[in-house]
C-alpha cells in the first residue's frame, strides 16, 4: 500500500489474492511480444469447456501516458488511457467499450499519506457516480465505496471497510451489498523466506443467514515454484502448483474436488503465460 492508506480496493486485498488469484478450472494461454517501438502486443485464449473466449491488446507508454486497447473475439474494443502524475499523486484514467459509447467513464486516483481517494463518473447524459474514499494511516485505514444512478436517483452501491496492517498480518473487515454481507478476512505471513503465508474470509449474509468460509496457505517450494490450496465449509477444496519457468512467464495447474461429493469428477485447469 505505500506510506498512505492505498485506494479502497486495496482493503482485504492480499487475503483475497491468497484465496482466490489464479485458480481456475479453465484452460488459459497468454503470450505477449513487443515491438521495435516498445508497443506491448498481448494475444489471450480461453477455453471454457466448449466456449473459447480470444482476444487481442496492445499497450503503448509514452512518459506518464499509457494506452491500452483490446479487441475481442465478439468485435468489442476496450480503450483505456491512463495518465499518471499529472500532479504529486494524481491519476486519471479514461475508458470506452466500443460499439456501447455508453460505458464511456472518467475516473481520477487521488493518493496522500493519509487518504486515498477514487471517483469516477459516466460520460452520458444520466451516469453512474462511483466514488471511493480511504482515510487512515499504512497501519489502519477507514474507507466506503458508493455508487449513484443519476437516472433512477438511488444507490446502487454501498460498502465500507476497515483494515489493520502491522508487520506480518494483515485483518480487514468489510461490509457489503448495502449493508446485507459482512465479511472479515485474515492474512498472516508465516514466513517470509520461503513466501508462506495463510489466509481466511468468512462472510455473513444476513438475508439468507448463510456463512461461507474459505481457508487457504502458500508455500515457495523453491525461487521459482509456488503452491497454494484453500478449501471452504461447502468442501470445496482446490489447489495449485505455478512455477516460473523463464523470467515473467509462468506455468499453472489447477485442480478442484468436491469432497462432499467425491464421485464427481475432479477439475482441472491450466493456464500458460508467455513474456519474453
Known amino acids: 500500500m505505500g506510506k498512505g492508506p492505498g485506494l479502497y480496493s486495496d482493503i482485504g486485498k492480499k487475503a483475497r489474492d491468497l484465496l ?4 481456475q478450472t479453465d484452460h488459459k494461454f497468454t503470450i505477449t511480444t513487443y515491438s521495435p517501438t516498445g508497443v506491448a ?6 477455453k471454457k469447456g466448449d466456449l473459447f473466449l480470444a482476444d487481442v491488446s496492445t499497450q503503448l507508454k509514452n512518459k506518464n501516458i499509457t494506452t491500452d486497447i483490446k479487441v475481442d473475439t465478439n468485435s468489442n ?18 475508458s470506452c467499450r466500443i460499439p456501447d459509447q455508453s460505458s464511456a467513464k472518467m475516473e481520477v486516483q487521488y ?12 460520460l452520458t447524459a444520466n451516469p453512474i457516480v462511483n466514488f471511493s474514499g480511504v482515510l487512515g494511516t499504512n497501519v489502519l485505514a477507514l474507507g466506503t465505496d458508493v455508487s449513484f444512478d443519476t ?13 489493520f496492517t502491522n508487520a506480518d498480518l494483515i485483518a480487514s473487515l468489510n461490509l457489503n451489498d448495502k449493508g446485507d454481507a459482512l465479511s472479515a478476512s485474515y492474512y498472516h505471513i508465516v514466513s ?5 503465508a495463510v489466509g481466511a474470509e468468512v462472510t455473513h449474509s444476513f438475508s439468507t443467514d448463510e456463512n461461507t468460509i474459505t481457508v487457504g496457505t502458500q508455500h515457495q517450494l523453491d ?18 502448483i505455478q512455477h516460473e519457468w523463464r523470467p515473467k512467464s509462468l ?25 519474453p
Not at 482466490?20 to 485458480?23: A, E, G, L
Not at 493518493?111 to 459516466?122: A, E, K, M, N, W
Not at 437516472?151 to 483494515?163: E, N
Not at 490450496?229 to 461447502?234: G, L, M
Open 251 to 275: 506455468f499453472t495447474i489447477s485442480g478442484e474436488v468436491d469432497t462432499k461429493a467425491v464421485d464427481k469428477s475432479a477439475k482441472f485447469g491450466l493456464a500458460l503465460a508467455l513474456k
Open 151 to 163: 437516472k433512477v436517483g438511488a444507490f446502487t452501491k454501498f460498502c465500507a471497510g476497515l483494515s
Open 77 to 94: 474494443l476496450l480503450a483505456t488511457v491512463t495518465v499518471d502524475e499529472a500532479a504529486p499523486g494524481l491519476k486519471t484514467i479514461f
Open 41 to 46: 502486443i498481448t494475444s489471450s485464449g480461453l
Open 111 to 122: 493518493l496522500h499519506d493519509y487518504t486515498g481517494i477514487c471517483t469516477s463518473v459516466g
Open 20 to 23: 482466490y488469484r489464479d485458480y
Open 223 to 240: 525461487p521459482l515454484t509456488t503452491v497454494k490450496a484453500r478449501v471452504n465449509n461447502y468442501g470445496k477444496a482446490t489447489a495449485l
Open 192 to 196: 517470509p523466506l520461503t513466501n508462506t
